[in-house]
T-cell receptor
Framework: DAGVIQSPRHEVTEMGQEVTLRCKPISGHDYLFWYRQTMMRGLELLIYFNNNVPIDDSGMPEDRFSAKMPNASFSTLKIQPSEPRDSAVYFC????????????FGSGTRLTVV | GQQLNQSPQSMFIQEGEDVSMNCTSSSIFNTWLWYKQEPGEGPVLLIALYKAGELTSNGRLTAQFGITRKDSFLNISASIPSDVGIYFCAGHYNTDKLIFGTGTRLQVFP
């Protein structure tokens, strides 16, 4: 199994530009989670899906953030327009049967907005 | 969002020393998990605990599910330089999502 695959690994963009982060979960996993990690705030849950349906997006910071999961093997997190304070590492994770057996995390996307 | 309290926040130890860290919650959990995050990578699951009082080992790592179900402990024996990283606890209780701890940053000096 290739694990959770995220792309790109690194993204540098200018303030105001649109950014799209991508995630391919592990085949057979029915939950997908998007997290943001910063030194100040640690790991923050942004949104999660169950069977491709968004369940809880209360962690999405503001309307500039949106996430989709069009099918079981792909999800995107979009930021538009991006701001310097969005600079962070964004992780995607997937799991089978909610969190009982834990999540498998991707390697993350390091986003820098200048 | 809710986070679990981990202590210590950071540790600077010498190679060969034993390490202890813990995680506490105001709520009970049915599952406790411990993750390690190495620089530039995502967290990786180390140990999963499913029963109060349970003690589980994975090599030099030993974790315990607290009897009150509100805490968990992780010990690393005879630390080595590759133990460097951030250790996270996570709890699960009949919901879809895990609640993560604030992390313990471990630095090991040769």
């Amino acid at each position: 199994d290739a694990g959770v695959i995220q792309s790109p690994r690194h993204e540098v963009t200018e303030m105001g530009q649109e950014v799209t982060l991508r995630c391919k979960p592990i085949s057979g996993h029915d939950y997908l989670f998007w997290y943001r990690q910063t030194m100040m705030r640690g790991l923050e849950l942004l949104i999660y899906f169950n069977n491709n349906v968004p369940i809880d997006d209360s962690g999405m910071p503001e309307d500039r953030f949106s996430a989709k999961m069009p099918n079981a093997s792909f999800s995107t997190l979009k930021i538009q327009p991006s701001e310097p304070r969005d600079s962070a590492v964004y992780f995607c994770a997937s799991s089978f049967f909610s969190g009982y057996y834990g999540y498998t995390f991707g390697s993350g996307t390091r986003l820098t907005v200048v | 969002g809710q986070q679990l309290n981990q202590s210590p926040q950071s540790m600077f130890i010498q190679e060969g020393e034993d390490v202890s860290m813990n995680c506490t919650s105001s709520s009970i959990f049915n599952t406790w998990l411990w993750y390690k995050q190495e620089p530039g990578e995502g967290p990786v699951l180390l140990i999963a605990l499913y029963k109060a009082g349970e003690l589980t080992s994975n090599g030099r790592l030993t974790a315990q599910f607290g009897i009150t179900r509100k805490d968990s402990f992780l010990n690393i024996s005879a630390s080595i330089p590759s133990d460097v990283g951030i250790y996270f606890c996570a709890g699960h209780y009949n919901t879809d999502k895990l609640i993560f701890g604030t992390g313990t940053r471990l630095q090991v000096f040769p």
